[in-house]
């Protein structure tokens, strides 16, 4: 089925520092959704993306949907603390017979010292 | 309005017994997907149910159902319980099947396999 390859698998940052994080697919995904979780939490819906191209803010999240739909990448500028956590990508993948489920990457987790 | 609630928060359970989880979506949600989250495997897609129908289903063993109610609240059972079977389990819901807006998610059941 259709994968989702997030790198990198974990990252410690100096507060205020940017971050960077990407995902990608051997095959093409119509829609790219970056998701959060905090511990012991459900992963909560950061940004969505829906066009080739398509670059979306959220504060100091920056999400962009790859040209040949088959990456994404998430940008977070002037990390503070509150911003530790996993980052998931997540797209629909057919799954056969015309169905999609949401298919999640294993997640970037960020740490940030402060 | 209410966000997506799970009970019970936490379980433990001895293996071989059974274990029912429930899942509350949000108010005129129709979808409702389960998801098991282990250290290991990341979030692996359980079934979807939309309008009380199974849409789709991840790859998981028979010992894992779910089933919805006419007012879209959901439940998952799990018998004959593995140790391997620890694990967070998410149910998420949403407007439209297949993940393509999104998924909103509860804060997950803790399940303890003894």
């Known amino acids: 089925g259709q994968q989702l390859n997030q790198s990198p698998q974990s990252m410690f940052i100096q507060e205020g520092e940017d971050v960077s994080m990407n995902c990608t697919s051997s095959s093409i995904f119509n829609t790219w959704l970056w998701y959060k979780q905090d511990p012991g939490e459900g992963p909560v819906l950061l940004i969505a993306?829906?066009?080739?191209?398509e670059l979306t803010s959220n504060g100091r999240l920056t999400a962009q949907f790859g040209i040949t739909r088959k990456d994404s990448f998430l940008n977070i500028s002037a990390s503070i603390p509150s911003d530790v956590g996993i980052y998931f990508c997540?797209?629909?993948?057919?799954?056969?017979?015309?169905?999609?489920?949401?298919?999640f990457g294993k997640g970037t987790k960020l740490s940030v010292i402060p | 309005k209410a966000g997506v609630t799970q009970t019970p928060r936490y379980l433990i359970k001895t293996r071989g017994q059974q274990v029912t989880l429930s899942c509350s979506p949000i108010s005129g949600h129709r979808s409702v997907s389960w998801y098991q989250q282990t250290p290991g495997q990341g979030l692996q897609f359980l079934f979807e149910?939309?309008?009380?129908?199974?849409?789709n289903k991840g790859n998981f063993p028979g010992r894992f159902s779910g089933r919805q109610f006419s007012n879209s609240r959901s439940e998952m059972n799990v018998s004959t319980l593995e140790l391997g079977d620890s694990a967070l389990y998410l149910c998420?819901?949403?407007?439209?099947?297949?993940?393509?807006?999104?998924?909103?998610f509860g804060s997950g059941t803790r399940l303890t396999v003894v």
């Open positions: 998420a819901s949403s407007l439209g099947s297949g993940g393509t807006y999104g998924y909103t």
């Open positions: 149910y939309f309008s009380e129908t199974q849409r």
């Open positions: 993306l829906y066009k080739a191209g």
């Open positions: 997540a797209g629909p993948a057919n799954s056969g017979a015309g169905s999609y489920q949401l298919t």
